[in-house]
């Protein structure tokens, strides 16, 4: 009987060179995003900054669903816990004004021990149970921010508050515009330079988490919990992890949007947030950072793309407005997400791990 070996074959030097230079590009592209944004007005660069937040969203939620297979519908719930910390701690409202890492930090902990209070009660629930739990911790916590404003004001409830303090780092105020070397850098890509720090050490942490001991023991729980159980893995504890970590960097995102913003209310904190941070995931790939990244940038611009355009092409085709342009963006992102669901089921950018045997099923 004889046996063959098998030769691995070099790639072509294109393909490695395209390899190399992957990163560097992006590290290019994400340096010099507001600059192309402002060519086109200050409002892209706005976009621009709600697309990091939102991304900081997305990393969190998807260490929940992605990585541990964690259905959860209420995530904003601890975007708004973070906002209100701000808001209680560095604002007029209370006549408390801290600095930044001091409440930044406290508002991610904060965070971390409502996805606590979330993970206990539902350390038994799977699926449609676990996401009715946490849609309705969600609605709850929103509930409460409208409504604490009587008998003692403490969210000032419908209303909101409002003189947020803004980011402050090193005594560089970030709402303020920075004359450097007779140069004006506009308030907004000062915002973008500190929201894109705060992602690459989100990406960097979540990154190590995947590929370490509880990375793998989460995604034994994602494919099979009877399973992890079985080879020792504490479920429980992963299970509260999972859900800890992933509430921290939404208090985190939290923050940084009532700093940004000047103003929160429970307004900005309603179900729909919550279905447009995992819509984000399944579009870009759940499980996968690179599509989470994506998916979150482009579920935040497009709308802003369609909102441009969307009442000057009717009125160029129909000579009038036919679909509100928020209408049409719910329309077509719904119609986006049936078709992606029938086409590209795993997403944009699916993670290799997770599909893997189904790859090797098929070849």
Not at 53 to 70: K, M, P, R, S, T
């Amino acid at each position: 009987m004889t046996t063959t070996s098998s030769t691995t074959l070099p790639l072509p030097a294109s393909f490695s060179l395209d390899a190399r230079l992957q990163r560097p590009l992006v590290i290019l592209l994400a340096l010099a995003a507001p600059l192309l944004a402002l060519a086109m007005g200050k409002s892209w660069v706005r976009v621009l900054d709600f697309a990091l937040l939102y991304v900081l969203l997305a990393i969190g939620l998807n260490l929940v669903v992605g990585f541990a297979g964690l259905l959860d519908l209420g995530y904003i719930a601890f975007y708004a816990v973070g906002a209100y910390t701000w808001a209680f701690l560095a604002s007029p409202h209370f006549g408390i004004h801290l600095p930044f890492w001091i409440v930044l930090p406290l508002g991610a902990g904060f965070a971390a021990l409502a996805g606590l209070a979330l993970g206990f009660p539902t350390l038994r629930l799977r699926g449609d149970y676990l996401a009715i739990v946490t849609l309705g911790f969600g609605e709850i916590i929103r509930i409460f921010m409208n409504n604490l404003n009587q008998p003692i004001n403490i969210t000032n409830g419908p209303q909101g508050i409002d003189s947020i303090d803004p980011l402050t780092i090193a005594g560089l105020d970030l709402s303020r515009d920075l004359d450097l070397f007779g140069v004006q850098i506009p308030s907004l890509m000062l915002y973008y330079y500190a929201f894109l720090g705060c992602v690459v050490v989100a990406l960097i942490l979540v990154r190590r988490l995947q590929i370490s001991r509880i990375g793998r023991a989460w995604a034994a729980i994602r494919d099979d919990e009877l399973a992890a159980k079985a080879i020792g893995i504490d479920t429980r504890m992963m299970k509260l992890l999972a859900f800890a970590l992933g509430a921290t960097f939404g208090g985190v995102s939290g923050g940084l949007f009532a700093a940004f913003q000047g103003f929160v209310s429970p307004e900005s904190f309603s179900l729909m947030e919550s279905i447009v941070v995992l819509t984000m995931i399944v579009l870009g790939g759940m499980g996968n950072l690179a599509g989470v990244v994506v998916g979150a940038i482009l579920l935040t611009a497009l709308p802003e793309l369609l909102r441009h355009f969307a009442v000057p092409m009717q009125m160029a085709l129909f000579g009038k407005t036919l679909l509100d342009p928020e209408v049409l963006r719910m329309l077509l992102l719904s119609l986006a997400m049936i078709v992606m669901m029938l086409v590209r089921p795993a997403g944009l950018l699916p993670a290799r791990t997770r599909y893997a045997h189904r790859d090797r099923r098929n070849a």
